[in-house]
């Protein structure tokens, strides 16, 4: 299927790449379908697109690669609500928030977004413990790993 997008433009997705957000991401309850494009092929940054609105889409990054040490926990109910059964179908990103320059660009890492690869359901996750994660952590040169 063809998705218009406003950053890359005309791009042909599968079926297969569709991911539902069953209650949407905060603030657009009403956006349920989305798919994961990528920016560019030596880019540490994927695009989030919404596919009921051209113009809804975020940058995201994998959130370990700048902050190793990043981690949390998944509660008992998002577990079930993106029907979880094994940690490698889990995925993390963070939203990235391109600002005038690299030196300003933030991530969020208090609201990761949490996919279910196996099941293609994701879900933003507000942390309930943020101590030292904040909505516009700094982007630093990469520390971790995407794995």
């Known amino acids: 299927m063809l998705v218009e997008t406003k950053l890359l433009g005309e791009v042909e997705i599968e079926e297969s790449d569709i ?10 309850k009403q956006l349920k379908q989305y798919t994961i494009l990528p920016i560019e092929k030596d ?4 695009l989030l697109q919404s596919l009921e609105d051209q113009d809804v889409s975020f940058v995201l990054a994998y959130p370990f690669a700048f902050k190793a040490d990043y981690s949390y926990e998944i509660s008992e109910e998002d577990r079930e609500q993106l029907h979880i059964t094994a940690e490698h179908d889990v995925v993390t990103y963070a939203i990235v928030t391109l600002n005038d320059s690299w030196a300003n660009s933030t991530m969020n890492l208090l609201a990761p977004i949490v996919l279910n690869v196996k099941e293609k359901l994701g879900k933003q996750i507000v942390l309930p413990n943020s101590e030292g994660y904040s909505l516009r952590h700094p982007l630093t040169a990469p520390e971790g790993s995407a794995e």
């Open 43 to 46: 880019l540490p940054f994927l």
């Open 19 to 28: 991911i539902t957000f069953e209650q949407g991401l905060l603030g657009l």
